[in-house]
């Protein structure tokens, strides 16, 4: 809010520079085509717009589309970390019940070879959790950044202003005279 005394000139070129801050259009409720063969993370922009249309406050805007659509995609990806990795643990527990069968029959350099193959899978295992607490982690600050959390939505941006009805004849005469008077 202004508290200094402000011309009606001075008024309008104000208003005029923040409506130009704002963007035209708002964001699709429909994932963009860049997200097209991307399902979770066309999940993910479905949720998100759902979640802002829902707000009173306009916190997000068309200008925030592409930190969106990253957004989006870094959900895409931590899905296809998590479901590497799920296949990563089944040629594990296949390894291992194949290694269990070796030594029970008593092929014990052919069990050697599947215990290696078995570290192997869990040292890719180990990575792919670490890729994923990466991806956790960016997903955290982004989420933050689109005024996602708890945290970050106590500082949104209040509502928006309504329009100022048009002075009628008689303040318009007022703020003439006012100027008039203040001139002198």
């Not at 707000?55 to 990806?77: A, G, P």
């Not at 029959?105 to 078995?118: L, Q, R, T, V």
């Not at 970050?152 to 006012?178: F, H, I, Q, S």
Request: hydrophobic share 40%.
């Amino acid at each position: 809010m202004v508290t200094r005394a402000e011309t009606n000139e001075k008024k309008a070129q104000r208003a005029q520079k923040e409506e130009s801050l704002r963007p035209n259009r708002g964001l699709p409720k429909d994932a963009p085509a860049l997200l097209k063969n991307y399902p979770v993370a066309q999940a993910a922009w479905r949720a998100i717009i759902r979640e802002y249309n829902d707000l009173e406050r306009e916190i997000v805007t068309r200008l925030d589309f592409d930190h969106l659509v990253d957004y989006c995609m870094l959900k895409q990806h931590l899905s296809e970390i998590q479901h590497i990795r799920e296949l990563a643990l089944q040629v594990c527990q296949e390894l291992s019940s194949e290694h269990t069968r070796l030594l029970s029959e008593g092929k014990a350099d052919e069990a050697i070879i599947i215990a290696i193959k078995i570290v192997g899978a869990f040292d890719a295992i180990a990575r792919f959790d670490t890729r994923a607490e990466r991806k956790r982690a960016l997903i955290k600050q982004w989420r933050e950044s689109l005024y996602l959390t708890p945290r970050a939505r106590a500082g949104t941006v209040p509502r928006a202003k309504e329009k100022e009805e048009a002075p009628d004849d008689m303040e318009k005469l007022l703020d003439d005279v006012t100027s008039f008077v203040n001139d002198q």
